[in-house]
């Protein structure tokens, strides 16, 4: 069984991993959730060989106790000990831009459109500007595709998980080696217009507050990285935005050139989630607890 990240590159490494070892079962761990909890555990236990993909999960080792695990990842991680193969080429201070570029290489596969749609998922427009872009000029020009037609494609994949969908993830590894069947599915292409629908209004409430941009705002989707973005690349101005969602409030900070990380601190000092780098942070707070911790932030930034 294969278990994979619910984005874009999980999907395509399962996809290649799956075709190359004959496997047609795969899992992913709830939507949000970089460890498997109790129920998730239970329901891979029948499974003897687990494959874990393009996920630094916090208790791999789990596992192990009762299948036989490999990990293919390219995060930040420390090598699992218990496990049969750990491929991961950071644990020899490589950097790689995706999982999909990892199992390529390890298995000695051809390239095709999945490992493409890694990289270009993980790292985005500024996969040109790495040193693996040779690859992904390579494959457009041996296919004739546009790198428009590569980002659409990931923009649909992730889509999925954005509408906090699980199932059509699991069911996404499935159309995955078809970068036709992916551009023209019908249910990909819905998501994406409900998606960018609400990102539009959502954009368009956001306020102007002294240096900065505010937005609250309430969703159940997985949109607030793609709101803030639009917000500060938009607007050029730093975006700060709150989502209260029903069982949980989200921050987003982005700003366009100043340093914003000082918060990342700020949020673990408080016990809070958060994550990020020089000039993006994310943060996760328990229910009710977002709002006043925003107006702080809001009241130091403007
Ligand atoms: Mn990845």
Known sequence: MILHHWDTDGICSASL???RFGKDKNFTPKIGNYILDEEDLNAIRKYDS???????????SDICGFAELTIYDHHIAKKVDCAKAHINPYLNGETYPSATLVVQENLGLPLDHRVILGMVGDVGKKIMERPQSHIVEKYLKDSGRSFEDIERAVL???????MFNRKEVLENVFIADDLD???NSDRLNRNEEVLEKEIEEMVSRA????????????TEHHIISAVARKIAWGMGKTAL?????S????IYLRSPDMDVSRF???AKSRGYNAGGKREVVGMVLPKGEGETFFNEIMEELR
Not at 50 to 60: E, F, K, Q, R, S
Not at 156 to 162: E, G, M, N, Q
């Open 17 to 19: 991993l799956m075709e």
């Open 50 to 60: 687990i494959t874990v993909v393009d996920m630094n999960l916090g208790n791999a």
């Open 156 to 162: 649909l994949l992730d889509s999925s998980y954005k």
């Open 181 to 183: 069947a992916i551009l």
């Open 207 to 218: 306020e102007d507050v002294g240096k900065i941009t505010v937005l609250k705002m309430r």
């Open 241 to 245: 935005v709150l989502n209260e969602k």
């Open 247 to 250: 069982d949980r409030d989200e």
């Open 264 to 266: 990342i601190d700020m």
